[in-house]
């Protein structure tokens, strides 16, 4: 172990690189960072209007606005400017009018603008946040989600203090289950997501859905006079988080008909464009860890219901009905790499796009976006491991064009690591595991490198061939880096997912070894430092490989799981985590050693590699306590341990730059200091 002065020095020195070696990515680079999201097609196809997304160094905050381009690449330009957030670009039915929220007036307000002359006007004020915006298909109505306030619960009457008394806030009685989430530093106001219907020419919005129930996925009947939602309407849907169902809602009245009936989710996806079909998402509930959700079609009724992917063994997400009503284009995830597609009505499948994705600049997950034209032209995010998420197009049966290169300002002059796909099998059953091995800038073959083995989260989630700022920053910095899709990950298949159901983490561990034995069969990887990191379902198998193995010369545990016994009581989602990965409550007869025996502080006394944690002060997806825990069971083994406290963050720690800096800077820091010399 290096002394206390050197490691702050190398700190300082792998934060700021070397300031005469610019040509790779620095973490200050991170502000410099630009990425396409939301790309929205106009109904002819002839434009696109993309949210645009860019960081504030002055205030260490997330921004966005709008812009324009031609589906031919010309005449790209801004909509919107300033230093506030602008976000949900609608095109109205006809492509004369766009909407969209801003916060530039401090809330989150709905905005419409004229496209001939570039007109603006706000056209609601709202007491909170609106979500899912629709326009009616006549262009005379919006509807949108919004929490709606609700009445807090009292047991009791306190009497009013005197005039001028300075007394402690009141206590906060809570009766509901979820009462705290990851991302909401304060608990949970009292009330719902309800549906608002808004006139486009603006005023006050009337709320057409009540109860203590929240409703998502909405969209419009093809004659404007209902709206499709989804939604849990049980008495006991606080126990049933996986358990929505579609049903129809007249806007005139509120009358509402419930169209699905079985147990699993069922999400709108919309009506079909004559009116007589309706599409939607979802799967039958048998409390798997990983569940494959299909497209189905049913009569406007509800009945004759379909699947059109049972034969696709990948989950579907980001529906839309063709404008023809023949079919419906989708996005599903294959192998590390998301695509957008087309079925028919008869279950066949075409894929139109591949390198779908890059809206996570921290590390390389999936996601991504798309919309479609009335004649067909779809936009999407486009990304690879070499730039973040950039707007292209495409049309079915041809080819794809890239509109968008936010980023070459500032990649034309710094030099990324190259990054290689890889397969090996696992050393525990010979299963096929997927990886990518990003190398340092300016790689030499010949030469030995040290490795990081980066883990992602989920653990429901996939790594792929997009581009990750953390693994540029750890390549920059000299490691080959290398991330992978254990068992378990998305994007293989229902089975490989739940190779891992309630047996999480378990041979998991195999695979990812042998991974690393695979990347060091190459030949360029020094074995006296390899160094090990993950966060959040990465933060537990990083946290059970120490204590599987000694082989690692440093590790750092990023906001993990330690205890399954405390996590599933003390986590933001209770109704789900013990009934879906655990497949008991904690108290259950026999339950207690399952908890146990998957839980890495079962394995702390085997512990000897030097491990720093590092999880947010305001993270309640895997709480504090849950590292806390950890840090004090090394320090009392007196094994090398520090606590990083990373301030104002939730479970997303990258979600604000100067974050992510830290973190990357932190993670280096540790493992130079146990780096072999």
């Known amino acids: 172990m290096k002394s206390a002065l050197t490691t702050l020095l190398l700190l300082v020195a792998i934060t700021f690189t070397n300031a005469q070696n610019a040509s790779v990515l620095e973490p200050i680079d991170v502000f410099d960072l630009e990425y396409a999201s939301d790309p929205q097609i106009s109904p002819n ?24 381009i031609d589906a031919g690449g010309g005449n790209h330009r801004p909509l919107t400017t300033g230093m506030e957030n602008d976000r949900s670009p609608r095109w109205s039915p006809d492509g ?86 990851d991302g909401s530093p304060n608990m949970l106001p009292d009330g719902n997501r309800h549906i608002f219907v808004l006139s486009a020419e603006g005023g006050t919005p009337r709320q057409i859905t009540e109860g203590n129930h929240n409703y998502g996925s909405i969209s419009w009947s093809p004659d404007s006079k209902s709206i ?28 509402l008909k419930t169209l699905t009936s079985r147990i699993g989710p069922d999400n709108a996806v919309g009506y079909s464009p004559n009116g007589k079909k309706i599409a939607y998402t979802g799967f039958d509930d048998k409390l798997l860890g990983l569940q494959l959700s299909q497209i189905y079609v049913m009569d406007r009724d509800g009945k004759n219901s379909k699947s059109l992917t049972a034969d696709l063994d990948r989950s579907v997400e980001n529906v839309i009905w063709s ?83 936010l980023n070459d300002d500032l990649f034309s002059h710094k030099e ?10 696992s050393s525990f059953d010979g299963t096929d595991i997927q990886g990518w091995i990003c190398k340092p800038p300016n790689f030499d073959p010949t030469k030995k490198y040290p490795l990081i083995l980066e883990i992602h989260g989920g653990p429901f989630a996939n790594y792929g061939d997009r581009f990750s700022a953390e693994v540029q920053l750890y390549a920059a910095a000299g490691y080959v880096v290398l991330y992978t899709n254990p068992r378990g990950s998305t994007s293989y298949g229902a089975d490989f997912g739940n190779l891992i159901h309630h047996n999480y983490p378990n041979n998991d561990y195999d695979d990812l070894m042998s991974c690393v034995d695979g ?11 390899l160094f090990v990191t993950g966060g959040s379902g990465g933060g537990v198998l990083t946290s059970w490989i120490v204590g599987k193995t000694d082989r690692f010369r440093a590790a750092v545990v990023a906001k993990p799981v330690i205890n399954w016994t405390s996590f599933v009581l003390h986590a933001d989602n209770p109704a789900f985590f013990a009934k879906y990965w655990m497949g008991g409550m904690p108290w259950e007869e026999g339950m207690q050693e399952k908890y146990w025996a998957r839980s890495p502080l079962s394995l702390v006394g085997n512990v000897v590699t030097p491990t720093m944690l590092l999880t947010g002060e305001q993270d309640y997806r895997t709480p504090m306590s849950e590292t806390v825990q950890y840090y004090t069971a090394l320090k009392l083994r007196k094994i090398q341990t520090a606590l990083v406290r990373i301030q104002n963050s939730g479970h997303g720690i990258a979600n604000t730059p100067s974050n992510l800096m830290s973190k990357v800077a932190y993670v280096l820091g540790w493992f130079e200091d146990y780096k072999a010399e």
């Open 519 to 529: 990347v060091i069969a190459k030949g360029y990887v020094d074995e006296e430092n």
């Open 416 to 425: 990324l690591g190259e990054v290689e796909e890889i397969w090996v099998k």
């Open 96 to 181: 004369k009018q766009l909407l969209y929220v801003s916060s530039k007036e401090e809330s989150s307000q709905l905005y419409l603008r004229w496209m001939d002359n570039g007109m603006e006007a706000r056209i609601s004020n709202l007491a909170s946040s609106p979500s899912g915006i629709a326009w009616s298909p006549d262009g005379k109505w919006i509807a949108f989600t919004m929490f709606a306030d609700g009445k807090s619960p009292s047991l009791v009457s306190l009497p009013a203090k005197p005039k001028g008394a300075k007394w402690n806030a009141p206590p906060k009685y809570i009766e509901k289950m979820k009462f705290k989430a």
């Open 323 to 405: 404008s023809d009503g023949r079919g419906l284009y989708f996005q599903y995830h294959d192998k590390g790499n998301s695509k957008v597609a087309y079925v028919d009505l008869n279950g066949t499948i075409s894929v139109l796009a591949n390198d779908v994705g890059g809206l996570s600049l921290g590390r390389p997950y999936s996601g991504g976006q798309f919309s479609i034209s009335k004649n067909d032209v779809y936009a999407f995010t486009h990304s690879t491991p070499d730039h973040p998420a950039d707007v292209a197009v495409g049309r079915r049966g041809g080819s794809v064009t890239r509109l968008t290169r």
């Open 45 to 68: 196809g002839g434009q696109v209007v993309y949210v645009r997304n860019f960081k504030d160094i002055m205030t260490d905050k997330n921004r966005s606005n709008l812009w324009i």
């Open 228 to 255: 499709l939602a989804s939604a849990n309407l049980q008495n006991n849907w606080e126990y049933t988080p996986s358990d929505n169902e579609v049903h129809e809602i007249e806007v005139a009245t509120g009358d």
